[in-house]
């Protein structure tokens, strides 16, 4: 499992003209989800995310975690996280999970999130989206079980 975090001011997707997800403060995450992924990874990562302490404290340093702060995620399934470029110059997406496997798990990992307290708002598995955000720092990182 990978996880593209970026920490945000705000970020909405849409999906055929329409927002179907927003968020103020908080993450926006792009989540990609591989063949070999299991239930133990997706908790393993959703643990991270909850508790990753990117946001300033009155100090200034990283300190204090999305739970800390408050605030929300919009999370967005991305297949091609688990693109391999290293041949040709057409990405090859066979390290991607099958859609089924990956949106099952893909909606585990969000409900997971939600049972810690975090409100979290996806845009649609599968489907063209144009994602929007406000990358505060910026702060951007990867994380991978």
Do not use: W
């Not at 919009?74 to 996280?81: E, V, Y």
């Not at 041949?87 to 496997?101: C, L, T, V």
Request: hydrophobic share 45%; charged share 25%.
């Amino acid at each position: 499992m990978r996880i593209v975090v970026q920490r945000t001011k705000q970020a909405s997707v849409v999906v055929d003209e329409e927002i179907v997800g927003q968020i103020d403060f908080g993450y926006m995450l792009l989540v990609g989800i591989t063949h070999n992924d299991t239930e133990e990874d997706v908790a393993f990562l959703a643990d991270k995310v909850a508790n990753l302490r990117i946001f300033e404290d009155e100090a200034g340093k990283m300190n204090l975690s999305l739970l800390d702060v408050g605030g929300k995620i919009l999370s967005i399934s991305q297949f091609t996280l688990y693109g391999d470029c290293r041949k040709g110059r057409r990405p090859n997406f066979m390290n991607a999970a099958k859609p089924d496997i990956a949106e099952n798990l893909y909606n585990l990992f969000n409900e997971k999130l939600r049972e810690k307290g975090i409100k979290v708002e996806t845009g649609i598995f599968g489907a063209m989206m144009d994602v929007q955000l406000l990358n505060h720092g910026p702060v951007t990182l990867l994380l991978e079980s």
